[in-house]
């Protein structure tokens, strides 16, 4: 075990807390679960698994649950971990080792969202700080999709990437009342901190993901030049820009939102993918093939590839047929 506690916060997770736990009973000295209403099993499972369960209130603000929750933790170091996540074990074996260094106040982990859509599979990634050291001075910020980074770096530690990965599978369909919730929570957010672009990329993944087309592109449209987002967030503003023209059939603003190459091949792929349709929609055959026909495209787990053998067999149709 490591000198680790994971932590979690949760309401009604009783279909997938079991192999959250499991996932990382054997490598934390202690497991700490704030219950924030639970009417089903729930607490039953996680005192099962040896988890400390505490009780809390649910006042709209995760900040405060997952700080309410850090007061009990007894480690040097703590896990952030969803209900509805897995700890890849292997590779916080092989990296817990950076928390040597007394400069670092925290590691970045790759969570990988599993998102299922019928017969489509596809994965995202993002980075963020999911362990950090046990401080009285680190503590969570904001009602929703809170921060702990700023905190560490106030602290005077450093934050350093890590090969630690964490499984995803809350996004395996989409729950339209979490959804909205957070919808609801980050527009009063965004009523205290109007110009806060963190919200308001937040807000506007959530609108895109319910389909509110004409408030997620004005939020996109408002973000693509922003200087507070990082190099991935800006990336997928400018993607999605991209695939709100596509669904309007505004093929010029497509080519010119993906006008840009991604470092990173998942995200290349989708943008290659979106660029590639526009191209099929404009029947411009010969060019969409070439945009199928690339690399980067097969290898993006952000991409179906039902949809690419599909595009490709259209154009191997249509250009017969030209």
């Not at 560490?152 to 395996?172: P, R, W």
């Not at 709100?244 to 010119?256: F, T, W």
């Not at 995200?267 to 526009?278: F, I, K, P």
Request: hydrophobic share 40%; charged share 30%.
């Amino acid at each position: 075990m490591f000198d680790l506690t994971a932590l979690m916060i949760v309401r009604d997770g009783e279909t997938r807390i079991e192999n959250a736990l499991k996932s990382i009973r054997n490598v934390v000295q202690q497991i700490v679960v704030v219950d924030t209403g639970s009417v089903d099993k729930t607490p039953i499972i996680a005192s099962r698994f040896g988890a400390e369960v505490h009780f809390l209130e649910w006042e709209n603000d995760f900040s405060k649950a997952r700080n309410y929750g850090l007061q009990f933790v007894r480690s040097g170091w703590v896990l952030v971990i969803d209900y509805d996540e897995e700890l890849k074990v292997k590779t916080l074996e092989e990296n817990f080792h950076l928390t040597n260094d007394p400069k670092v106040g925290g590691l970045r982990v790759k969570i990988v969202n599993h998102l299922y859509r019928g017969d489509s599979y596809t994965r995202t990634y993002h980075t963020y700080t999911r362990i950090f050291r046990n401080s009285p001075k680190i503590r969570f910020e904001g009602h929703i999709h809170e921060q702990i980074a700023q905190s560490i770096i106030d602290a005077g530690f450093e934050i350093v990437e890590s090969g630690i990965t964490i499984d995803h599978y809350g996004y395996s369909t989409i729950n339209i009342d979490k959804v909205n919730r957070n919808r609801k929570m980050l527009e009063e957010a965004l009523e205290k901190n109007p110009d806060d672009d963190w919200l308001l990329f937040n807000l506007a993944e959530a609108e895109f993901s319910l389909g509110s087309l004409d408030k997620a592109f004005s939020i996109y449209y408002r973000l693509k030049e922003s200087i507070l987002l990082n190099l991935e967030q800006i990336e997928m503003v400018k993607i999605r820009l991209g695939q709100i023209a596509l669904k309007r059939d505004r093929y010029d603003d497509v080519y010119d939102y993906t006008n840009f190459v991604s470092s990173d091949q998942h995200r290349e792929g989708l943008r290659l993918m979106v660029l590639g349709t526009a191209y099929l929609m404009q029947k411009r055959y010969s060019e969409a093939k070439e945009i199928f026909s690339k690399p980067e495209i097969h290898f993006s787990d952000m991409i179906d590839k039902n949809q690419i053998q599909n595009a490709l067999e259209v154009i191997s149709l249509m250009s017969d047929k030209v």
